[in-house]
């Protein structure tokens, strides 16, 4: 009888891509293995799962967070027994050896009823501040698998391991590429928001850019801008004859994108940070300031004190306040040099098969949470 196992993942693609790595893993070390997704009819997960040929169940739960209206929160309540209900069936159905939930609304009731049925169930946490559902989790689960050891103070786990972002497969070999060094010529600069843009960085950036005479033969920029605000940005760039931007709706090359580049602007979600420190790449980190929890400045303060990133809040985010951080970066090369020094302490080039490991019990001792 083939062993089954349950990721519990939903909502948005921070989950479920990291997710989705872990269960291709687990199927390649063990191809006797069946794994299962949890997640919600309405999310992401319907589109994204089944094009992978995982099998997907799903139970009707909403958002508690911060961010959603009290009417949306009570709707949650209201469903929360019958997802829980939802969960009794599935987890009785399949008798998974093992169930990690990755965050999100629906990992809740899956890990909560796997737990008290005396299933082995982990949580894995990207985020310096974890999330809602993995907070309440976590007293419940046999261990956590964390990014960063900040994250203990806002969980009660018994046992913990650190561990690394399982990456996109594109960033598999980023360790057999030659790495391209700061020259003392143009700075080159990403930009992107993520892919949807971020208006708020767009509009700085490109307002920034257009005084051409100022920047023109001292920066090279790509900028991502998101296919919403694509044709206002590429206008912008035009009108003011700003020939050293170019801008793209959407990057399908992030690695090598990454790899041309000596500074990136950018948001500061945990994929992103982990793309950074896999390329040891500099950064000025704006984090999305309605982030469930405000995650992204926790993720970047981290960063920062460890001398790893620049952080410029959305709400001190304009063309002054970017331009004196570039400009002190730009006569500093040396300092773009420490931050992807202190940034690639932060990669786990085997992340993806660490995790399988843990989860199929073939690692070592966890660390003890009181020991922190």
């Not at 003011?240 to 931007?245: E, R």
């Not at 994108?257 to 948001?267: E, G, H, K, N, S």
Request: proline fraction near 5%; charge should be positive; glycine fraction near 8%.
């Amino acid at each position: 009888m083939k062993d089954k196992i349950i990721i519990a993942a939903g909502g948005t693609g921070g989950h479920i891509y990291p997710a989705l790595a872990i269960a291709k893993a687990v199927t390649q070390m063990n191809p006797e293995c069946e794994v299962h997704f949890v997640g919600t009819p309405n999310g992401l997960e319907t589109k994204l799962i089944p094009r992978e040929n995982f099998p997907l169940h799903t139970i009707t739960i909403g958002r508690l967070n911060r961010n959603v209206g009290k009417w949306e929160r009570l709707k949650t309540l209201l469903l929360m027994p019958w997802a829980f209900v939802q969960s009794v069936v599935v987890v009785l159905k399949l008798q998974p050896k093992w169930v990690l939930g990755v965050g999100g609304f629906a990992s809740g009731p899956v890990l909560l009823v796997a737990a008290l049925m005396g299933k082995k169930t982990f949580v894995w946490e990207p985020n310096a501040y974890p999330g809602m559902a993995n907070r309440w989790l976590s007293p419940f689960v046999h261990a956590g698998l964390l990014l960063f050891q900040d994250s203990l103070k806002y969980l009660k786990l018994k046992k913990w391991y650190q561990v690394g972002y399982p990456l996109r497969e594109v960033f598999s070999d980023v360790q057999k590429r030659a790495k391209v060094p700061v020259e003392n010529g143009l700075l080159k600069i990403l930009v992107f928001g993520g892919s949807q843009g971020a208006r708020a960085i767009n509009n700085v950036v490109a307002e920034l850019f257009s005084e051409v005479a100022k920047w023109k033969g001292r920066v090279e920029v790509v900028h991502q801008t998101g296919p919403i605000d694509f044709d206002a940005i590429q206008a912008k760039y035009v009108d003011c004859g700003c020939d050293f931007v170019q801008p793209f709706a959407y990057l399908y090359d992030m690695r090598d994108r990454y790899q041309w580049a000596d500074l990136v602007i950018c948001r500061s979600g945990a994929g992103t940070l982990a793309e950074l420190a896999a390329m040891s790449k500099a950064s000025i980190l704006v984090p999305l300031p309605w982030a469930a929890d405000d995650h992204q400045k926790k993720n970047a303060q981290v960063l920062v004190e460890q001398k790893a990133a620049e952080m410029i809040e959305q709400k001190d985010l304009s063309v002054s306040s970017l331009e004196r951080v570039i400009v002190e970066l730009e006569k500093n090369r040396n300092k773009i040099g420490q931050m992807e020094s202190a940034i690639h302490q932060f990669y786990e080039p085997n992340a993806t098969d660490h995790i399988v490991k843990i989860l199929s019990g073939q690692e070592e001792e966890a660390h003890e949470a009181r020991s922190i």
